[in-house]
C-alpha cells in the first residue's frame, strides 16, 4: 500500500546545484522518520540526512555533507527535500529515500521499512 517516490536526479557539473523530492504516499500518519540514503557503484550504502517530526523537527547530517546539503519537511503533504548545494564527484550517486514510524538513524544498516526505487546524480567535473 505504502509507495516512496523519489525525483529531481540528473546530471550536474561540480559546483552546481540539485533538488531531490521524496513523496509517500499510502500512509496516513504525520509522526515518521523520512530519510536520505545514498550508494556509489561498488560502495557500501552512506546515510546522507534524516527528518524525524514526531516531537519537532529533528534533522541529521552526514559530516560529508553538512553545510552543503539541506533537508526541509513538507508534513502535510509527505514530502521531504534535499537541496544539494556545492556538488562535487564524491556526490556521484544513486539516492535513495527512506521512511519508518519506528526507526530513523543515518546509520546505512537501519532496517527502514519502506524504500523508494531511487534516483542518480552525476556530478562532472
Known amino acids: 500500500q505504502v509507495q516512496v517516490a523519489e525525483s529531481g536526479g540528473g546530471s550536474v557539473q561540480a559546483g552546481g546545484s540539485l533538488r531531490l523530492s521524496c513523496t509517500v504516499s499510502?500512509?496516513?500518519?504525520?509522526?515518521?522518520?523520512m530519510a536520505w540514503f545514498r550508494q556509489a557503484p561498488g560502495q557500501e550504502r552512506e546515510g546522507v540526512a534524516t527528518?524525524?517530526?514526531?516531537?519537532?523537527?529533528?534533522?541529521n547530517y552526514a559530516a560529508s555533507v553538512k553545510g552543503r546539503f539541506t533537508v526541509s519537511r513538507d508534513s502535510a503533504e509527505n514530502t521531504l527535500y534535499l537541496q544539494m548545494n556545492s556538488l562535487n564527484a564524491d556526490d556521484t550517486a544513486i539516492y535513495y529515500c527512506?521512511?519508518?514510524?519506528?526507526?530513523?538513524?543515518?546509520?546505512?544498516?537501519?532496517?527502514?521499512?519502506?524504500w523508494g526505487q531511487g534516483t542518480q546524480v552525476t556530478v562532472s567535473s
Open positions: 527512506a521512511v519508518d514510524r519506528w526507526v530513523c538513524s543515518l546509520n546505512p544498516e537501519t532496517d527502514f521499512r519502506y
Open positions: 499510502g500512509l496516513y500518519f504525520n509522526n515518521f522518520c
Open positions: 527528518s524525524w517530526n514526531g516531537a519537532g523537527d529533528n534533522t
